[in-house]
Structures are given as C-alpha cells and as structure tokens.
C-alpha cells in the first residue's frame, strides 16, 4: 500500500436523504465539503456516480484516506451494507469499501 501522508482526509456521511462530504485536516479543519441526493428516487448507478465523483475529487487534492458513515446496518470489517435500508433499496448488499478500492486500490478506506 502506498504512504499517503498528506493531512487531509474524506469523510461522506451516507443519509436517508443526501450524503454529506466534506475534507478534513489532520487537525480536524474542514477544508471543503459538498453533498449529493440520496433516497428512494436516486438510482444505483446515480449514487455510485456521485459517490465516484466525490472520491475522484479528493483523490485529485490527494487524501490520505477515506472514512465512509452509512445509515442502515453495516458490516464495518468488510464495509458491506447488510440491511436497514429500505428507502435505498440499492445500498442492499452494496460493499461500499469494495466500490472505492475497486477504483483507487491504494487509498485506505474504513466503513461504519
């Protein structure tokens, strides 16, 4: 894995309604944020496409990593979504942590 030293971080905090990012120093300064819809309306293609947008855009000013909240129930050792999402139905079994690394292998992402 690389050494990503740089003192900023992303943090996206996945809602019933929007999701919420923003980048954070070390020091715990918010540097940017931003948001995207989320809810029933919002398809998977939609949110993954937002999700990707949001990633690419901190990989672009370099993070030193990624931390991911998620309504519903999730499995925080392997970063899957498991149940409690009814009104995003396509977060079911969604593995959020895959979704990043599967694009940005070398960024170190926790899921909650």
Do not use: W
């Not at 809602?15 to 020091?27: F, L, N, P, V, W």
């Not at 998977?44 to 909240?69: L, N, P, W």
């Amino acid at each position: 894995m690389k050494n990503h030293s740089n003192k900023h971080f992303l943090g996206i905090d996945i809602g019933g309604t929007a999701a919420k990012c923003a980048i954070i120093s070390d020091e715990g300064e918010i540097v940017s944020r931003s948001a995207f819809d989320t809810g029933i309306a919002v398809s998977k293609e939609k949110f993954i496409s937002s999700i990707y947008h949001v990633v690419d855009d901190a990989i672009a000013k370099k993070v030193g990593g990624i931390g991911i909240c998620s309504l519903g129930i999730v499995n925080s050792k392997t970063g899957q979504i498991i149940g409690a999402v009814e009104n995003m139905p396509y977060l079911y079994n969604m593995n959020i942590r895959d979704l990043i690394l599967s694009r940005y292998p070398e960024i170190p992402v926790f899921v909650s």
